[in-house]
């Protein structure tokens, strides 16, 4: 026997398996729609974008290849980092300050022959809409709520009534310690990212007054020691979160504030944690997530069984090993009001008696809202903008007046913007209420 035909032989023995699963049909396949003998050669011509080539990242790319799937992009703007070995499982020591999305891509191309992995290091931002249209399908294993708003928010603008292929299902994984969520998000058609962003409330944004007067959990005492007595008192002219020092001092004070308010639970890893905005990460969760995660762009690709989310089912399953352990799958509400996918504006409840200031900054702490550096316009009028410096400078002097000396009215319409999410106008409806 030639050698070719030993290749080629140990190549169909090698996806013996794969194939029984995707060249017959199923109980739960859809027979209209089905071609066993078209799926194996329909994956392998799939472009799969993977956005992350960190914890998630290398477990959704290790599994889309043994998966059968042959043509995959990965970006990461991410160099590996020591702390990163004991999970990120296709990097060495020896890799240590190099790609993550050029290593990982390397590695995997070695392991499974006949795989193609292009890596991407840079930002998701650095790509516009032509670069996305190219794929089928988008999986994200991601630590940052930013950018899966702003690749939610590119899939969602992308999508063109009139072009079949303009629909990208966008398959999302997510860890914290033993938790963690896969969903897939069909743009229009079930709820995005944004429609479900309050169920991410950022664990940084308690109000500046909640760590001033009442502390209520561990984590407010250590962010009163970090924004405010570190302020006031200035132990070392420069905080440096990497310095035990540092840490032990704000662990100290944390300790002592949540003493006078009765309240347990501040450490010094906790304390590290909070300032470093750590998110603890769990192998063996993200394995579970990422698996969750391919199975759906299996199933979504080879149609071999309904996937999450069709036809207008549950799209979302939360997993947590937190408390024992517990699974669910639900539906959360597409909402008419999201500013991505909706067509209305959202209510805002404000105080007519707040200042500019206080309105523009409570877009960082309102959960459905996130937004860091927002710029406010008011029908026709630019209330205040962020940058140019400029239009900065113009629009500073309106950050004192309340919404009522600057004319605004019940029910009036605002639009926020924020670059973070450059193609995203924000829509909201003042609703005044004395607080
Ligand atoms: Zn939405």
Redesign the pocket.
Known sequence: MASGEVHAASEAARWTYLDRVRTRPGPFTNLDSFNGSMVAQAMENMKILVIGAGGLGCEILKNLALSGFKDIHVIDMDTIDISNLNRQFLFRQSDVGKSKAEVAARFVEKRVKGVKITPHNCKIQDFDEDFYMQFQLIVCGLDSIEARRWI?AMV?NMVDEDNEDSYKPLIDGGTEGFKGQARVIYPTVT??????LDMHAPRAAVPLCTLASIPRQPEHCIEWAHVIAWDQEKPFPKLDKDDPEHITWLYQKALERAQEFNIPGVTYSLTQGVVKNIIPAIAATNSVIAAACCNEVLKIASNCAPPLGMPDANNYMMYSGNDSIYTYTFQPE??ED?????NLARDLPVDPAWTLRELVESFAARPEAQLKTPSVRAEGKTLYMQSPPSLEAQTRRNLDKTLVELGLEEGQEIAVSDPAFATVIFRFKLKFKPS
Not at 191 to 196: G, K, R, W
Not at 338 to 342: D, E, L, N, Q, S
């Open positions: 939610n969602v709820s995005c990212i944004e429609c479900q597409r909402k999201c500013p991505v996918c909706g």
